[in-house]
Every structure is written in C-alpha cells, then in structure tokens.
C-alpha cells in the first residue's frame, strides 16, 4: 500500500529554512537561543555596568583611563567569543547564517510538513485573496 504524503511547510508562517519557528513554551524558546549572542550581551551586560560603576571615579582623567580600560576588556573579551558553527553572513556585520531574530535555526527543530499548526504566510493569503 502507497504511503500518504504530508505536504511541504514551505508557504507556513513559522517556516524558515526548513526548520520550525513556531514557539512551544517559555523552556523551549529559551533552549534555542543563540549561544554566541547571549555570550555577547552577557559580556556587553557587564561592561554597561563596570562604565556605570566608573562614574565613582573623582578625577577626570583617572575616570577616562579607567573607561579606556573597560572599553578595550570589552572588545578583547567579545573578540575571544566563539561558536564552532558560526557561518557569517556575507556583507551584514557579525551576524551568523543560522541566526534568526535571538535565536538558532539549527536548535530548531525540523519542519516535517504541513501539521496542525501550519499558517499560511500573510503573502500567501493576500495572493489568494486577490484571485478569487
Ligand atoms: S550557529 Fe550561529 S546562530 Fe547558531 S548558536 Fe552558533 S552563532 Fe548562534
Ligand atoms: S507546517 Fe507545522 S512544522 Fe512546519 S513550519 Fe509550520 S507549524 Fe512548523
């Protein structure tokens, strides 16, 4: 007997890349965030804070050196990050390929086929809207 084919995700809203975007709960959003970009606002949390903490500092100048300091830790500790399967994106700053919004694509799970939950793209609906 012929096996029922599911149809293909590609026109559903949460699909992109052939992954699912769809988010489920609060936990699983949080699982497949971005670790390279949550490492980078961690360390850009912290920097905020030490230049906040700068402005203690009496002296101008001591304060200036100080903020120098900050600046160029910051830089050294943002340069040192790494994901071992970040692939830039061409032309667009440090962004990563599977980057999409906070999150990584490849965390995502795969898109196996129109299911339940499948919503046609805004386009989509306007296309058939003016069809009809
Ligand atoms: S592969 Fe890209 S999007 Fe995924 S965690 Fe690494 S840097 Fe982030
Ligand atoms: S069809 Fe279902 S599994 Fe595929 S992207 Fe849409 S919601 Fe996710």
């Given at each position: 007997m012929s096996k029922l084919q599911r149809m293909g995700?590609?026109?559903?809203?949460?699909?992109i890349k052939k992954r699912?975007?769809?988010?489920?709960s609060p936990e699983e959003t949080e699982a497949v965030r971005c670790n390279l970009l949550e490492a980078r606002r961690q360390v850009g949390a912290r920097t905020l804070d030490r230049l906040d903490r700068l402005?203690?500092?009496?002296d101008p100048e001591d304060r200036e050196v100080a903020r120098r300091h900050v600046i160029q830790k910051n830089l050294d500790q943002i340069t040192r990050l790494n994901c071992d399967i970040y692939v830039p994106q061409t032309g667009r700053g440090p962004l990563c390929v599977h980057q999409h919004l906070i999150y990584c694509l490849l965390l995502m799970p795969p898109c196996e086929g129109r299911c339940d939950h499948f919503l046609l793209r805004r386009e989509h609906r306007a296309n058939k809207g003016s069809c009809s």
């Open positions: 995700g590609q026109d559903c809203t949460y699909y699912c975007t769809r988010t489920k402005k203690r500092l009496a």
